[in-house]
Structure formats: C-alpha cells, structure tokens
C-alpha cells in the first residue's frame, strides 16, 4: 500500500507558526487529493485542509486566513503551513490521500503539534 509520513510537528508557543509534511511512496501521488486532519485527545477527528490533483484548496471556519496547504508533485509531498496557531489548535496532525476511482484511501501515522499558551 501507499506510504504516508508526516513531519515537522512539535511544541510551539502561542502566536507562532509550525510547517508540516508529508511525504507519499509510489507514482500516483499526482491523482490523489491530498487532506490533512487533525484529532485532539477526547475530540472526534477533523478536516483542516484539502488540495486537489491540479492545486484547488477547501478549509473550514475555524483555519481560514491561519492555514495554508500545497504540493510539489515533483516531490510527492504536501505541506501545511499554520500560522498565529492558538492552544486549540493542539493534537495530532494526519496526512490523508484518497481517491475513489483508484480505491485509495491512505493514512500517515501523524505527527504531534502542542501549542503552549
């Protein structure tokens, strides 16, 4: 199956900004959309960004204007980029590729943001 590994989480103060990625294995990166969530502990698992195949971006409320995610095929990495995170913003980050027509739905282990206040 398709491997997804996260990377550049860690313990941030209030404020500040983190920049996360997520490296995928195989050839099909490219006709995958690409999602991350994130989950916190005792809080059901949330979308935070989505991108599509040719680059299209969809965020909910509550990361508009704070939140940016791209992809460099060429590399078959995504990335998110968060700014003026908030303590809320806490939990485990997931790198999520699907696509229905190529019956794939993948998930990385995360990787742990903690923004301190």
């Known amino acids: 199956q398709v491997q997804l590994v996260e990377s550049g989480g860690g313990l941030v103060q209030a404020g500040g900004s983190l920049r996360l990625s997520c490296a995928a294995s195989?050839?099909?990166?490219?006709?995958?959309?690409m999602n991350w969530y994130r989950q916190a502990p005792g809080k059901q698992r949330e979308l935070v960004a989505s991108?599509?195949?040719?680059?299209?971006?969809n965020y909910p409320d509550f990361v508009k204007g704070r939140f940016t995610v791209s992809r460099n095929n060429a590399r078959n990495t995504v990335y998110l980029q968060m700014n003026s995170l908030e303590p809320e913003d806490s939990g485990v980050y997931y790198c999520?590729?699907?696509?229905?027509?190529?019956?794939?739905?993948?998930w990385g282990k995360g990787t742990l943001v903690t923004v301190s206040a």
């Open positions: 991108i599509t195949t040719t680059g299209g971006t």
């Open positions: 999520n590729g699907n696509s229905v027509p190529l019956r794939i739905d993948y």
């Open positions: 195989g050839s099909i990166f490219s006709r995958v959309v």
